[in-house]
C-alpha cells in the first residue's frame, strides 16, 4: 500500500467518522440540502411536461391555405413544394378540390341532408394546403411567405387567424415565462443552501478550530485537514441525492392514487410519472453531482481561511 | 547564534524576552523581521507556504499548553503525528508503544487528555513530538505548568531523548532546572542574544 493511499483513505474514514459524530449538524445541513433538491427536480420534470404539452399542441394545429377557384391546380403544388422549402414546416399536404371535398365527405358521413346538399351542387370545397408547424412561436415566417403579394393572390383564405394565432402565442408565452421562473427558483434555491450549508460547515470548523491549528503546527498537509470536511458535506449531498429521489417518487404515488392520473390542463401528470421512471438513472445521476457538488464547494471555501498560513 | 547537532540548549529569559517567538520562527509560525534562519541545511527565506507542513514534520515541538487533540485519546494523539506522514497502521501499531514507554504512560493509551494530569499530558505531548524521530526537537517552557516533582519527570525524559541524539532547544525560567542540567545556556533579553554560555547556571 502506498502512502498517498493510506492517507487517501484515512480522509475518507476520518469524514465518515465525523459526518456520525455530527449527526444533528449533518440533519440540519442535509434537510436544507433536500429541499433544494427536490425543487430542482421537480422544476425539471414540470419543465418537461410543459414542453410535452405544447409538443401535442403544436401536433394538432395545422394551417390551412383555402386556394382560390381560379389558382390551378399545378400552381397549388408547386406553392406546397415552396412552403416544404421553408426551415418551419414539418409537413405540407396539398390537398385538390376532388380531395378536399372526399375528406370533407368523410368528416361528414354521418350527415346524410349534408352529403346530399353537398352532392347536388358543383364541388363548393376549395383545394386546400394543410401546414404542420415545426415551433409555435415561429409561426410568423410561414405567415410572412404566405403574405407575399405573389403567394397571397392565389389563396381565398387561411384558418390561421388572428384570434387562434393570440392563444398560441399565449401558450407558447406561459411556458417559455414558466421555464424562466423555473430557472430562476432554482438558482435561488441553490445559492440559499448554498450559504447555509456554507454557514453549517463554518460553524463546525469554527467549534474545531483550535483542532486545526494544531494539525497546522504538527505539520498536517491542507488536504489532510480538509479532506474530511469535503468528504462529510459529499456524503450530505450523495444522501440528500437520493431523498429528493424518494420523495418526487413518494410524491407521484400519492398524486396518481388521488387524480387516478388525470390531466391537469398543462400538467400532465401522467406524462409526468412516466418520464421520472424512465429518466430515473439520468435524473439521480445529475442530483448526486448537483449534491456533491454544492458539498463539496462549500466546505472547500468555508475551510480556505482556517488553512492559511498565519506568517507575517 | 549556532547549535550543534546531538546539543541540548536551554533558552532563557524573562516573560516577554522573545523565547517563545524565537522557536515560533523555527516552526515558522512568524517569519523574521530581519536575519536569517537556516535548519537542518533548509534556508528559511527561500520557504514556500507549501513546503511549511514538510518543515514542521520534521521538527518535534513541545507547546507549554500542551496542544493535545481533545477528542481523541492518548494512543491516537501520538498516531496522529504518524498518520499525517502517511504510517501504515502496522508502523503505526509497533511504534507508538514503544514511544509511550519512554515517557513511561504505558497503560494510559485509551486514557483522554482531560482525564490525564498536568505532566501526563505533557509527556503526551513529548511522546507525540518524538515519535517521528526527529532530528530537533523543541520545548516551550514544557515544565511551566506542572508542579517541580512532575516538572523533573519531564526533564528527565527530554535528557534521554538527548541521549539518543537529538538535539533539543528548550526554553524555561525554572532556575532550578537550568542550573542542574548545566548545560549551554543562551540568555534573551528584548529580542537579543545576551549571553550564550556553556556549563553556566542562571539566575533569574
Redesign the interface.
Known amino acids: ?1 502506498s ?2 493511499f ?2 487517501f483513505t ?1 480522509i475518507i474514514n476520518t469524514g465518515i467518522v465525523n459526518f456520525v459524530r455530527n449527526a444533528w449538524l449533518a440533519i440540519a445541513a442535509m434537510a436544507v440540502m433536500i429541499i433544494t433538491l427536490t425543487i430542482v427536480l421537480f422544476s425539471i420534470i414540470t419543465n418537461a411536461t410543459f414542453n410535452n404539452t405544447v409538443a401535442q399542441i403544436t401536433e394538432k394545429i395545422d394551417i390551412s391555405v383555402y386556394l382560390k377557384e381560379d389558382t390551378s391546380k399545378g400552381q397549388g403544388q408547386e406553392l406546397a413544394q415552396d412552403l416544404r422549402a421553408l426551415p418551419n414546416t414539418r409537413s405540407v399536404t396539398f390537398l385538390s378540390k376532388e380531395d378536399a371535398l372526399q375528406r370533407y365527405k368523410e368528416q361528414n358521413k354521418d350527415n346524410p341532408a349534408l352529403l346530399s346538399a353537398i352532392n347536388q351542387t358543383d364541388n363548393p370545397i376549395p383545394a386546400t394546403i394543410q401546414i404542420k408547424p415545426h415551433d409555435l412561436k415561429k409561426i410568423q415566417d410561414i405567415r410572412d411567405y404566405l403574405s407575399k403579394p405573389e403567394v397571397k393572390k392565389l389563396w381565398e383564405d387561411v384558418s390561421y387567424r388572428d384570434d387562434r394565432k393570440a392563444a398560441i402565442d399565449k401558450i407558447a408565452h406561459a411556458t417559455n415565462l414558466m421555464r424562466k421562473a423555473g430557472i430562476v427558483a432554482v438558482a435561488i434555491f441553490t445559492l440559499i443552501s448554498f450559504l447555509i450549508i456554507f454557514n453549517t460547515i463554518q460553524m463546525a470548523i469554527f467549534n474545531r478550530r ?2 486545526l ?10 488536504w ?1 485537514i480538509r479532506g474530511p470536511f469535503v468528504v462529510e458535506t459529499i456524503v450530505y449531498g450523495i444522501l440528500s441525492a437520493f431523498a429528493s429521489i424518494v420523495i418526487i417518487h413518494l410524491l407521484f404515488i400519492a398524486s396518481s392514487s388521488a387524480l387516478q392520473a388525470s390531466s391537469l390542463g398543462l400538467l400532465d401528470i401522467s406524462y409526468s410519472s412516466n418520464y421520472f421512471n424512465g429518466h430515473l438513472l439520468q435524473l439521480l445521476l445529475m442530483q448526486l453531482a448537483l449534491g456533491i457538488l454544492i458539498g463539496a464547494a462549500s466546505s472547500y471555501i468555508a475551510t480556505k481561511r482556517y488553512l492559511k ?4 | 547564534m549556532h547549535v550543534e547537532p546531538k546539543e541540548f540548549v536551554i533558552v532563557v529569559g524573562q516573560s516577554g524576552a522573545g523565547k517563545t517567538t524565537f522557536l515560533r520562527l523555527l516552526t515558522r509560525e512568524e517569519k523574521p523581521s530581519s536575519g536569517k534562519i537556516i535548519v537542518g541545511g533548509i534556508d528559511y527565506d527561500k520557504l514556500r507556504d507549501k513546503d511549511i507542513p514538510l518543515l514542521r514534520r520534521k521538527i518535534g515541538v513541545v507547546f507549554q499548553d500542551f496542544k493535545l487533540l481533545p477528542n481523541r485519546t492518548v494512543f491516537e494523539n501520538v498516531a496522529f503525528a504518524l498518520e499525517i506522514v502517511g504510517a501504515t497502521n502496522h508502523e503505526i501499531k509497533a511504534t507508538v508503544p514503544k514511544v509511550l514507554d519512554i515517557v513511561n504512560l504505558r497503560g494510559k493509551e485509551k486514557r483522554m487528555p482531560m482525564e490525564l494530569s498536568g505532566g501526563e499530558r505533557q509527556r503526551v505531548a513529548i511522546a507525540r513530538a518524538i515519535v517521528r524521530q526527529p532530528k530537533i526537537l523543541i520545548a516551550d517552557e514544557p515544565t511551566g505548568n506542572l508542579d517541580p516533582k512532575h516538572a523533573w519527570d519531564v526533564i528527565k525524559v527530554l535528557e534521554k531523548i538527548n541521549h539518543y541524539g537529538t538535539t533539543i532547544v528548550l526554553t524555561t525560567h525554572n532556575q532550578e532546572i537550568v542550573n542542574k542540567l548545566k548545560r549551554r545556556v543562551i540568555t534573551i533579553q528584548h529580542g537579543q542574544v545576551a549571553s550564550d554560555r556553556d556549563r553556566a547556571e542562571y539566575n533569574a
Open positions: 500500500m502512502r498517498r493510506i492517507t484515512r483550535d483542532e491549528t494544531i494539525m497546522r503546527l504538527l505539520g498536517a498537509s491542507t489532510f498560513f498565519k506568517t507575517k
